[in-house]
């Protein structure tokens, strides 16, 4: 079904005139310089293009001819365009520890061969092609890059030609991409072929034993592909690698140009750890244009005026026009890089007013005080939520396997991954500070208490409540604050640094020893705020009395709640009475 619906997307994309889709034969690379020649096939110039990104110079997507497959091992060339080692016969040697150029013959050779046979092949005469030819073919031209101020930063790199009377790279003019085309289909057709049914199309066609590859941008060091067979053990009936997926060439060529598409598009795709999640609509544009934003990674900026409306009216239940009695399906893909091939975290397919009732329910189940108004995102982005579970609040420690996981239950509505619960148990008691029990933590926690366990538990504080995990932390937090006043803020640690991991775990054993150390910070506070001393004693007694004993330890659920509770608590200390009021 994945390559059935990405072939379906790859054909609505080349119907759209205003949609920039590589048609089969042609792929987005990245480019980084541009060697400029005249019509003589003398050297003019070299052009650099790539653009500044966070103070570093970054290649540009250029649309370039180009084979199926990937180039691994060996030598195979590309069209009027590639690397140094192709271009001129020149690549610097990464391993030689000053600078130094190696020669690259057989490279050379092999780039210029390809001219050459796309030129028998379709009878190309072309100006621009001869000078590409002129140019390679002529030590004198080629030496003059070597004094070029790029000269190192251009070795090892992709680059494309240009024809100065012309102003277009070479594979732009219009007589060059026919011929190309018309050199691809032979190329592709004259293979040998046995004709099958094609899993995809369901058609009889001559069916690909190789299959093209997927960009590098899903992140893995090499292209790769998405479908593939490469070893023994894994073959049947005497059927050769990609014989045994019976895809045809033109169903492979399509799904295969739909995942280039969304790895490309940025506004198809977001990275969170190592899965890149891609997505789009059958038709809803709307939805689609709001859901990168709504799960993006590393966000620091707001939210637009439009999509928090947005996500307000989902979260409270009222479907917006955008979306309500949608029934147009979205489609959501998880991907993770493999050194043989690209594997399927997840998959999920739903119709778009169902998917937004599903991130609506999300989000009210995350929904909490903050505890920075002005800072604290009220809409959580999975990044903000996952990188709570990860050590020392590092991406690269981010726990794998749990990404994918928890996007499904988010679009399905299905329980969150049980062992989140334990990670983040486990990170509240390692941590210290602020960050051991924070906003998004303390969200993420009433999100699975509430939606695994069905605990219920409110947005602020909730003075009704009697289960005694919520109750102690309400506790912990009320002899922590009376532990601050009594010291009018001179204090370098408070009970939480020495006691909250081993309270929340093992409260009867805890909390006997805080309660006698409070008695020493309530006596402190009656000398200074006798009548703040004497509301903080009410508020004791007033939690104390909801339950009768502490419980030797607490369960992981357990421990969430006295973390809900904790900052429930914690937080209502700071909330004005006129807050208190609004809300």
């Not at 689609?288 to 990674?297: N, P, R």
């Amino acid at each position: 079904m994945i390559l059935q619906e990405l072939t379906k997307l790859y054909e609505r994309l080349l119907e759209n005139p205003d949609i920039d889709v590589c048609e089969p034969g042609f792929s987005k690379e990245n480019i980084s310089f541009k060697i400029v020649i005249d019509r003589g096939g003398k050297f003019k110039h070299l052009e650099d293009l790539r653009e500044m990104e966070n103070g570093n110079p970054r290649p540009v997507k250029i649309e370039v001819p180009k084979f199926d497959g990937k180039r691994a091992s060996g030598v195979k060339s590309y069209f009027l365009w590639d690397k140094s080692d192709y271009t001129i016969g020149r690549r610097k040697d990464e391993k030689a520890e000053t600078f130094s150029v190696l020669q690259t013959p057989k490279h050379h050779a092999a780039f210029l061969e390809l001219i050459s046979n796309v030129i028998n092949v379709t009878k190309l005469e072309h100006p621009v092609v001869t000078a590409v030819q002129a140019f390679c073919s002529d030590e004198r031209e080629i030496s003059k890059l070597e004094r070029h101020s790029h000269w190192e930063e251009f070795l090892n790199t992709f680059a494309v030609f240009e024809v100065e009377e012309c102003g277009l790279t070479v594979f732009e003019e219009s007589a060059v991409i026919q011929a190309w085309k018309q050199y691809y289909t032979i190329s592709a057709t004259g293979k040998k072929m046995e004709n099958g049914l094609c899993l995809v199309s369901g058609q009889q066609s001559g069916l690909t034993t190789t299959l093209p590859t997927i960009k590098k941008g899903v992140g893995g060091k090499n292209d790769v592909p998405f479908v593939s067979c490469n070893i023994d053990t894994g073959e049947s009936y005497k059927l050769r690698k990609g014989q045994n997926a019976s895809i045809s060439s033109t169903a492979a060529a399509a799904f295969t140009g739909a995942l280039n598409y969304l790895v490309d598009e940025r506004r198809h795709h977001f990275r969170i750890a190592d899965t890149l999640t891609l997505f789009w609509a059958e038709k809803n544009a709307t939805f689609a244009g709001f859901f990168s934003d709504m799960f993006d990674g590393n966000r620091d900026e707001g939210y637009s005026v439009d999509l928090e409306t947005f996500l307000r009216s989902i979260r409270s239940g009222k479907m917006p026009e955008s979306v309500a009695h949608d029934k147009s399906r979205f489609f959501v893909l998880g991907l993770v890089p493999n050194s043989a091939r690209i594997s399927v975290r997840f998959w999920h397919v739903d119709s778009v007013e169902m998917m937004a009732r599903e991130i609506g329910t999300h989000f009210e189940h995350l929904s909490i005080i903050p505890q920075h108004k002005d800072s604290d995102h009220e809409f959580p982005s999975i990044w903000q939520l996952v990188i709570e579970t990860a050590t020392l609040h590092k991406t690269e420690n981010i726990p794998p396997n749990i990404v994918g996981p928890l996007m499904r239950s988010i679009l399905s509505g299905s329980d969150y991954p049980a062992n989140i619960l334990s990670l983040l148990v486990s990170r509240m008691r390692s941590d210290q500070g602020n960050r051991q029990l924070n906003y998004y933590r303390a969200s993420f926690f009433k999100a699975i208490l509430n939606r695994n366990f069905k605990r219920r538990l409110t947005m602020a504080l909730d003075t009704e409540r009697t289960t005694i995990p919520y109750c102690l932390g309400r506790l912990f937090a009320a002899l922590e604050k009376t532990q601050e006043d009594s010291a009018d803020g001179s204090i370098n640690a408070t009970i939480r640094d020495r006691y909250f991991a081993s309270a929340s775990a093992r409260p009867k054993v805890v909390f006997a020893l805080i309660l006698r150390l409070a008695q020493n910070h309530l006596k402190k506070m009656k000398s200074k705020s006798p009548g703040l001393a004497i509301d903080r004693e009410k508020l004791l007694q007033e939690i104390m009395s909801k339950f009768h004993e502490f419980p030797a330890t607490l369960k992981l659920e357990e421990q969430g709640e006295f973390a809900i509770g904790y900052y429930h608590q914690r937080q209502d200390f700071f909330i004005s009475k006129q807050d208190k009021a609004e809300n």
